[in-house]
């Protein structure tokens, strides 16, 4: 039975519905360009990814969870839905079949269409190396993907996998950045969690069910080992299992911990077994339901304000970086970019998380991320227009002066030293003579110290069970060091993953907790990198209600990342 009221199956109807939204919106991008393309060509697998994290290499399928396989050919063109999800192994024309050694199962279909196809994987699949079957009017193809008991994934808001979870409070109201109005009961926003909340996360991909997948809703499957970390804290875990209304979608009902972190961009992350999920933000705030940005800049202008009421908001975005060029050995330029833009419109389901898009993560936490994954809001080029910020910008710093001419509106990048001579730690003041759109404006910020690794030491070996302990020495004084922790897959060092750490400088010291290195693939092309943690400050200009300088610096280490030396995980 379910341990909710008895209201559950209905209320969780409504709520499914983002998760429905999650699982097949993003193929909605891909319909019209495959439409002509549907023809009769055989199916061609591209990915198969769990549905809810949609990490895309190294993630087992999970037995009982709900998957995604993406190619050409896979259905028909436009998008056909189930009318009642994973009933049926066929759905307009379309079928999956899964094949491990020589047993093999039919998948349940929720959808299909040209590019993409969502179904469930049964709960009686055997796990180890699998092949997956498309066939679409007769025609097949196939692709190999892993098969795993527990592979969870969290749902998120914009279907990426990654940005604010899916987290409901006990009424079935989503937790948000900002409260809306209406609040209150399904598919509302009532905004952030606080210490002592009991909340609902919403995943697939949590385990098999010992009976048949359509007949186990509500079942608490207490066998799996389970741990929820908020913000790196552990907390208390009352239910884990099948929600009550939906097949193939799990609930983990858990108890906000007491001290959690406090921000607009927690991370969440479960950990199932040695499996990890994807890492997904979640608000926390303490005495209120309006989270407070970590970032102080975003802090300090009315965002929140203007993206609820859904009006448009002038921005002026100025980064100063000092980043790697790639070239070996490890080789800097010196970077300048303005951007100077209007935000027209806020996709309204999105409204009340925009901010945990934009927010940074708090000190003393840490998230997993596939390599080249940008967390970002999900706004479309029609959903922005560039601003005329002006042509002629001054920066002026420890080692001179140097002007940077041109562009046009939206705003305009330049390289400011090729060699990465004019960066350096100290303050800088940037000067704009203004445009049509925005006014001149002087914008002042420090360029941080670069904290210097002391351990681990080049060519470290370190088991991942174990944790990390990473030390430095120096960085910014009143500042954060961001610690970056890679591990590829293969030499290629095409696909892998990220572990992104905050601390503050002054600590000198951090433990990289054993579920976070546990994240990253086994192998040694790997890599540590430690950085000044980009900050921002406000300026202000006529035109323009937000106005952020902000500095990044690409730091230094070994390994992956860095251009030099070598990093073991086991």
């Keep these: 039975m379910s341990p909710f009221d008895n209201d559950f199956r209905l209320l969780t109807k409504e709520v499914s519905s983002y998760m429905r939204i999650s699982i097949h919106h993003c193929s909605a991008a891909l319909l019209f ?291 790697l060029t790639a070239a070996a050995p490890p080789v800097f330029r010196d970077h300048v970019n303005f951007e100077f833009f209007t935000i027209l419109r806020f996709p309204p389901a999105t409204q009340p998380f925009f901010v945990s898009w934009i927010d940074s993560q708090p000190d003393g936490t840490c998230y997993v991320v596939p390599f080249n994954t940008d967390i970002e809001p999900p706004l479309s080029d029609s959903d922005l227009v560039g601003l005329d910020g002006g042509t002629t910008f001054t920066i002026t710093g420890p080692n001179g002066s140097t002007q940077v001419t041109g562009g046009e509106a939206g705003g305009v990048g330049e390289t400011i030293s090729a060699t990465g001579a004019f960066l350096v730690p100290g303050t800088y003041t940037i000067k704009g003579n203004g445009g049509a759109d925005i006014g001149p404006f002087t914008a002042t910020t420090t360029f941080p110290q670069v904290p210097k690794l002391t351990s681990p030491t080049d060519n470290a070996s370190v088991t991942r069970s174990n944790g990390m302990t990473v030390t430095w020495n120096g960085g910014e004084p009143n500042g954060s060091v961001r610690i970056v922790v890679s591990s590829a897959f293969d030499n290629s060092f095409t696909a892998g993953r990220q572990a992104f750490c905050k601390a503050p400088a002054k600590a000198g010291t951090f433990a990289v907790p054993p579920y976070i290195m546990t994240a990253l693939p086994v192998g040694n092309f790997g890599g540590i990198v430690l950085q000044p943690a980009p900050a921002a400050v406000p300026f202000t200009a006529s035109g323009v209600p937000l106005g952020l300088l902000e500095t990044r610096h690409d730091g230094a280490g070994y390994g992956y990342g860095a251009g030099t030396g070598s990093f073991t995980l086991k």
């Design 33 to 323: 360009l495959g439409a002509s393309l549907a023809a009769e060509a055989a199916p061609v697998i591209k990915a198969i990814q769990n549905a809810a994290s949609n990490i895309p290499t190294g993630q087992p399928i999970g037995v009982g969870g709900i998957f995604v396989i993406k190619g050409s050919g896979l259905g028909p063109a436009d998008i056909s839905i189930a009318s009642s999800p994973f009933q049926n192994t066929t759905l307009s024309g379309t079928s999956v079949q899964v094949t491990v050694g020589s047993t093999t199962v039919d998948a349940l279909m929720y959808y299909t269409s040209d590019q993409q196809v969502a179904a469930l994987l049964p709960s009686n699949t055997p796990t180890g190396s699998g092949t997956f079957k498309v066939t679409y009017n007769g025609q097949s193809g196939s692709g190999g993907h892993g098969i795993g008991v527990s592979t969870l994934g969290i749902f998120t808001i914009d279907s990426t996998g990654t940005g604010p979870g899916i987290v409901t409070f006990p009424d079935y109201s989503l937790v948000s950045a900002a409260k809306a109005n209406p609040c209150g009961g399904p598919n509302t926003a009532c905004g952030a969690a606080n210490p002592g909340d009991v909340l609902i996360l919403w995943a697939t991909g949590l385990g098999p069910v010992p009976k048949d997948d359509s007949s186990s809703l509500g079942q608490n499957m207490t066998n799996i080992s389970l741990s929820l970390f908020v913000g790196g804290v552990k907390a208390e875990v009352s239910y884990q299992g099948r929600s009550g209304c939906c097949i193939g979608e799990d609930q983990i009902v858990f108890k906000v911990p007491d001290n959690a972190p406090l921000g607009c961009s927690v991370p969440l992350i479960v950990q199932v077994g040695g499996g990890i999920s994807n890492s997904v933000w979640m608000p926390v705030a303490k005495g209120s339901r309006d989270c407070t940005p970590v970032n102080a800049a975003l802090a300090s202008v009315p965002v929140e304000q203007a993206v609820m009421s859904g009006t448009s908001i002038n921005i002026a975005d100025i980064t100063l970086s000092h980043e």
